[in-house]
């Protein structure tokens, strides 16, 4: 079983598009991230959601919107993508409230915007 | 808010050679530290982490750490590479007061026949 899913695992699409990252995890944990990573490795988190309520968003254009349905799901949307989106993006899991706990990392979406 | 800096961004060495990789940390408060590795083409993997227990952790794979709250440390070693241990590795530290944790820039090991 896989603790963090992603779906798609590449995404290629045109300048101006909109499109959604899926992502599921099945390890009961009540906090969800998104991160991004640059073509350098560099890791910066866009998001975090614990329990529905989004809890740190750092400086992403509102092109960027996190979606949870519930606990389990949090999925990202992005509105008309520009070439600087580019990137991988990761989805993540951690215990509330555990800045101990370590955060489970799903496989990564690679995003190729043309 | 709290980071984390990873000193060389790229570190090569032979097979069989002791590993160390370098990061420091900055919080105002006490932190929570963690190494990942990142396979090619794949996700973060914890390799070991620090809650405030025992200052020298043990991982996977052969990996620890130690805390050094003097110097704001927290560098991973490994004695004895092995060519599987190529791979980019990030530190990365969080705060109780807070879910956000912040990773280093990391760095990319190589490992030599």
């Known amino acids: 079983d896989t603790a963090v899913s992603q779906t798609p695992k590449y995404l290629v699409t045109q300048m101006g598009n909109d499109k959604s990252i899926k992502c599921e995890q099945n390890?009961?944990?009540?906090?969800m991230y998104w991160y991004k990573q640059d073509s350098k490795k560099f890791l910066k988190i866009m998001f975090s959601y614990n329990n529905k309520e989004l809890i740190i968003n750092e400086t992403v254009p509102n092109r960027f919107s996190p979606k949870s349905p519930d606990k389990a799901h949090l999925n990202l949307h992005i509105n008309s993508l520009e070439l600087g989106d580019s990137a991988v993006y990761f989805c993540?899991?951690?215990?509330?409230?555990?800045?101990?706990?370590?955060?489970?990392f799903g496989q990564g979406t690679r995003l190729t915007v043309v | 808010a709290q980071s984390v800096t990873q000193l060389g961004s790229h570190v090569s060495v032979s097979e069989g050679a002791l590993v160390l990789l370098r990061c420091n940390y900055s919080s105002s408060v006490p932190p929570y530290l963690f190494w990942y590795v990142q396979y090619p083409n794949q996700g973060l993997q914890l390799l070991l982490k620090?809650?405030?227990?025992?200052?020298l952790v043990k991982g996977i794979n052969g990996f620890e750490a130690e805390f050094k709250k003097s110097e704001t440390s927290f560098h991973l070693t490994k004695p004895s590479a092995h060519m599987r241990d190529a791979a980019e590795y990030f530190c990365?530290?969080?705060?109780?007061?807070?879910?956000?944790?912040?990773f280093g820039a990391g760095t990319r090991l190589t490992v030599k026949p």
């Open positions: 990365a530290v969080s705060v109780r007061s807070n879910n956000d944790m912040r």
């Open positions: 993540a899991s951690s215990q509330a409230g555990g800045a101990r706990t370590e955060a489970f």
């Open positions: 390890l009961g944990h009540d906090t």
């Open positions: 620090y809650t405030s227990a025992a200052t």
